[in-house]
């Protein structure tokens, strides 16, 4: 945490059926110590979760995993290649819809609050076009888990709210878990702090309810050190034992021995298997490790983030799996903040560039004016396309650019209004010269 500059962190471990240890670590945004009970956003841990609601639908037979999903969604609509099959529900789960994650990142923290938010995102979400055909290519995306959980409001004839409180966190005995911004207000849930060059600077807070399927979750690590017990468990008093085989079962392969399952990152490695899912949100970072064979698992959550931070939590999570396995203590890595500084220097080059060129024309007396007219044409052309170029580059819409890497974005506007000034001034003095010229 010192050498992360994580202001507040909570970890829990379970083994053997048994809480070994927990901790919190530092303290909240309002200054309250880090507890067991203290609440956080868990970002993408949220989608084995609301990925376990469905298969308690499965269990129940009002799913099928293998329904094309307009079955259940007959307002929800698509566009698709003459050639492409039905998205399924088995393809939502395992991210091979064919729904970029582009498009489910534009519907992504947006701040929406209610019990309508989750139809009202769906709505916005409707009439997508598919990038690839359905169950060919996975592609990670948050609407995929959207339109779960606007599933699971149609099916169960409930809010998505409602349903995970009576069918998932009350059976588990996760007391302190919520899927809503004013349940999570009421239990105490404070935001956490974005990254500014390092340096943590406290949220101005942010949750949006229609996120809550795949990354709005709010809870403790106490709530999941019993979500790990029941895990560990088997599922026993919620799946049977086929369904339970199946939600934590490989399905996509990705890369080496790792697969993506329903919900789940998962190791197929017959010496080191296990399953996992990393979250984040604009303001906190967590971490759920599971090794069934190990019979152990953790869930670390931590109060910070930022894009350029992305591997810290990821390295904490390895640590803690080397400590409990081997016993030994890992080297800390240590995170750069080289993106910012190279954005930041090149912002001020560019600067410094244009304060001379507008000095070098006002002192002359005779200028090429075509050639200034074009450069600052040109400087206005690069500030109306800088970030829509950047959200093209990252694959990212820029407003999530603006919440997960907040220092990068204000230099990006910085180098915007130097080129928006650089091109008006230059402009306007390359014109007043003509008229000078003239006269």
């Excluded at 070994?20 to 956003?41: C, H, L, R, W």
């Excluded at 390895?318 to 890992?330: R, V």
């Excluded at 170029?389 to 820029?398: E, M, N």
């Amino acid at each position: 945490m010192k050498k992360y500059k994580i202001p507040g962190a909570s970890l829990a471990i379970v083994q053997d059926g048994k809480l070994i240890y927990q901790e919190g670590f530092g303290e909240q945004s309002n200054g309250a110590p880090v507890t067991k009970d203290t609440m956080f956003t868990i970002g993408s841990v949220s989608k084995p979760i609301t990925s376990l609601a469905i298969m308690k639908l499965v269990d129940d037979g009002r799913v099928d995993l293998d329904q094309e999903i307009s079955q259940y969604l007959p307002h929800f609509h698509y566009r698709k290649d003459s050639s492409y099959q039905e998205v399924t529900i088995r393809q939502l789960l395992t991210h091979t819809s064919g729904i970029s994650s582009y498009d489910g990142m534009v519907l992504a923290d947006r701040n929406l609050r209610g019990e309508d938010a989750i139809a009202t995102a769906v709505q916005e979400l409707s009439g997508v076009s598919l990038n690839h055909e359905p169950g060919e290519v996975h592609e990670y995306s948050p609407a995929n888990y959207l339109l779960l959980a606007k599933v699971i409001e149609n099916v169960s004839y409930q809010s998505f709210t409602t349903f995970m409180d009576d069918e998932i966190f009350k059976r588990i005995g996760m007391d302190r878990t919520v899927s809503n911004y004013r349940d999570a207000e009421e239990l105490g849930y404070q935001p956490g702090f974005q990254t500014w060059f390092g340096k943590p600077i406290k949220s101005k807070g942010f949750m949006d309810d229609s996120g809550a399927p795949y990354g709005y979750m709010v809870s403790t690590s106490d709530d999941i050190s019993r979500f790990i017990r029941f895990m560990l468990d088997g599922g026993g008093g919620l799946l049977s034992e086929k369904t339970f085989s199946m939600y934590t079962s490989p399905q996509v392969h990705r890369k080496e021995d790792m697969y993506y399952g329903y919900g789940w990152r998962i190791s197929a490695n017959a010496d080191d298997s296990y399953y996992f899912h990393g979250g984040e949100t604009p303001d906190s970072r967590s971490e759920l490790f599971i090794n069934p064979n190990g019979n152990y698992g953790f869930i670390l959550l931590t109060n910070k983030n930022n894009f350029s931070e992305v591997h810290s939590t990821i390295w904490m999570r390895d640590g803690i799996k080397k400590i409990l396995e081997n016993g030994t203590m890992p080297e800390v890595k240590p995170v750069n903040h080289h993106l910012q500084w190279i954005v930041c220097s090149i912002t001020v080059f560019i600067f410094l560039l244009c304060v001379w060129n507008l000095s070098r024309l006002r002192t002359k007396a005779a200028i090429k004016k075509r050639v200034w007219i074009f450069i600052g044409s040109l400087s206005l052309l690069l500030a109306i396309g800088i970030i829509p170029l950047l959200s093209y580059f990252f694959s990212t819409p820029w407003h999530s650019i603006n919440l997960y890497a907040p220092d990068i974005a204000f230099i990006i506007k910085l180098l915007v209004g130097t080129f928006t000034l650089n091109g008006v001034l230059l402009l306007m003095i390359s014109l007043l010269k003509r008229n000078e010229a003239r006269h």
